[in-house]
């Protein structure tokens, strides 16, 4: 979400299609072989103590940081162009006429994969409500579209292996689908700001100018310069802290405050996130610390999710369109869906 | 000749606006320029991603800002982005 539309993808030089296909196979073999390079490294070449917590700090820098950079590239290179395929106008007149469960359903789904960013949660929210298409789904939308992040699918997969990435992902969804249902079902649309529903919004089609298979890879190559020159910075300070947290802060150090056996960790982890804003890149590193030192995954995902599914500035861009009223019943269902959540993890492992 | 951007005072609605200055500067052309920040009067337009270029009525670009290059065309009515 922190990453934020619009790009000026004009000025920067077009790639050939063909270069990024030539270098995922360099990108494997680096990724196949990182974690021998990295001993090699550091235990060969510059003869570090194995024992001491400074290598094992180092290590961990050395080994993640790449690790998680390739896994970025390629993964939001790909996002990027299925993208392409997405627009807002798209997504519109795909859910318009949809029945309330089975719009939620499609809402949350495209939300992950329509292009989106706060700073167009406006005219996106006017444009749904003024089509016809009901305020809950709207909400599936809204609440999708933030929470299952593509950096954070990576981060997941990446540090904590494919099925907690899953796992956040399916969860993310059904949190998506139920709380949108259920502001459906509340019929909550007098807290609306009346003026949304005055509004004659112009029927505007923009001519399609045909998208060439090239577009689309020149589209992914933007994401990722886009992204990647945003992001860099918390991942690297992230991956930092964790491997300081991972060679020097006891084992079980969060357990007493963030393990599973302290029910009230869940909640107080969801207080904390909600008004927290951190773009998933910054928040993973950390969450890893915080796991690898005794904190429960449930508790560790539910504060993640709070974090960047829900945040105040979002908040008060929507608060121009819809009463309070809304906005607390809005924070409110998300924010127990992500606490459920929180609470069956730390159940099941 | 009027050119109105769309937008409600992001960070790259601005820089659309500093994109369509220097591209009128550079070719001596004489417009208006407008910034749109009412949503209620963006929203007639119909566009769903801020920020949103027109001219003269008719909305050119949505939700990506376009280099200073395709912007001189855009205005020249050459081609649209």
């Not at chain 1, 490294?41 to 700090?57: F, K, M, N, P, W």
């Amino acid at each position: 979400m922190a990453e934020c539309c619009a790009t000026d993808n004009g000025n920067k030089k077009k790639i050939n299609y063909y270069i990024p296909f030539l270098l995922i196979p360099f990108a494997v073999l680096i990724y196949i072989f990182l974690e021998q390079g990295v001993d090699f490294l550091v235990y060969g070449i510059l003869q570090l103590d194995r024992s001491a917590h400074l290598t094992e700090a180092i290590r961990f820098f050395l080994y993640d940081t790449p690790k998680v950079f390739i896994l970025l590239t390629v993964i939001v290179f790909v996002v990027g162009i299925i993208r392409s395929y997405f627009s807002p106008e798209k997504t519109r007149k795909a859910l318009e006429g949809k029945p309330l469960f089975a719009g939620n359903i499609m809402a949350a789904s495209l939300g992950i994969l329509t292009p989106f960013c706060t700073c167009s949660a406006i005219p996106l929210f006017i444009g749904f409500v003024e089509s016809g298409i009901p305020l809950g789904v709207t909400f599936s939308f809204l609440v999708a579209a933030p929470m299952i992040n593509e950096v954070a699918l990576v981060l997941l997969f990446g540090l904590f292996g494919w099925k907690t990435a899953l796992l956040y992902a399916s969860t993310g969804l059904l949190i998506a689908i139920v709380s949108g249902w259920v502001i459906g079902r509340l019929k909550l649309e007098r807290f609306v700001e009346e003026w949304v529903y005055e509004i004659k919004a112009g029927d505007f089609q923009m001519e399609e100018r045909k998208v060439t298979f090239n577009d689309r890879i020149q589209a992914g190559y933007t994401a990722v310069v886009d992204i990647v020159s945003k992001v860099w910075i918390y991942i690297v300070a992230g991956i930092a802290v964790g491997a300081a947290v991972h060679g020097y802060v006891p084992e079980n150090f969060m357990a007493s405050i963030m393990g599973k056996e302290v029910w009230w960790s869940v909640p107080l982890a969801v207080l904390i996130g909600v008004p927290l804003y951190s773009n998933a890149a910054g928040i993973i590193p950390i969450l890893q610390a915080l796991l690898e030192k005794g904190a429960s995954l449930g508790t560790a995902l539910a504060f993640m999710m709070s974090v960047i599914g829900l945040s105040l500035p979002e908040m008060i861009i929507l608060k121009k369109v819809i009463k309070l009223p809304l906005i607390i019943i809005f924070v409110s269902v998300v924010a127990t869906g992500i606490m459920i959540v929180g609470f069956l993890f730390n159940l099941i492992y | 000749m009027k050119i109105e951007i769309l937008g409600m005072g992001c960070a790259t609605c601005n820089k659309l606006e500093d994109t369509v200055r220097l591209a009128i500067r550079e070719m001596g052309i004489d417009a208006q320029i407008d910034h749109v920040k009412d949503i209620k009067k963006i929203m007639t337009y119909g566009v769903m991603t801020t920020p949103a270029l027109v001219i003269d009525g008719e909305v050119k670009v949505a939700g990506k800002i376009p280099s200073l290059a395709e912007m001189k065309q855009l205005i020249s009515g050459q081609s649209r982005v």
